[in-house]
């Protein structure tokens, strides 16, 4: 069993930074960042392992977002450069055996925060 607790969403600007935190209660899984708008389905945005060896992102992210991990502090974070109005979503951050793209692959999932990016 693994809590997960999003903070950090807000409105910003296009062009502007917002930066995500995910708390976790347990630290050894491999952590993903998915994002949901209204009328469109969950889409992968970002993951990283356990060790924060390996990460891995949506083509519409790479190069804008970064996600990293604190284990000590058992923290996942999700920076979010160049926001651009079509980044707006409810953004989830999730825990699983494996990082991987797909929502199946993760059984632990945050209650998500909102992040707005207007014109």
């Known amino acids: 069993q693994v809590a997960l607790v999003e903070s950090g969403g807000g409105l910003v600007q296009a062009g502007g930074s917002l930066r995500l935190s995910c708390a976790a209660s347990e630290r050894s899984y491999a952590m993903g960042w998915f994002r949901q708008a209204p009328g469109k389905e969950r889409e992968f945005v970002a993951d990283i392992n356990w060790s924060a060896s390996y990460m891995d992102y949506a083509d519409s992210v790479k190069g804008r977002f970064t996600i990293s991990r604190d284990n000590v502090m058992g923290m996942v974070y999700l920076q979010m450069n160049s926001l651009k109005p079509e980044d707006t979503a409810v953004y989830y951050c999730?825990?699983?055996?494996?990082?991987?793209?797909?929502?199946?692959?993760?059984?632990?999932w945050g209650q998500g925060t909102q992040v707005t990016v207007s014109s």
């Open positions: 999730a825990a699983g055996g494996t990082m991987a793209r797909e929502m199946r692959r993760y059984n632990y």
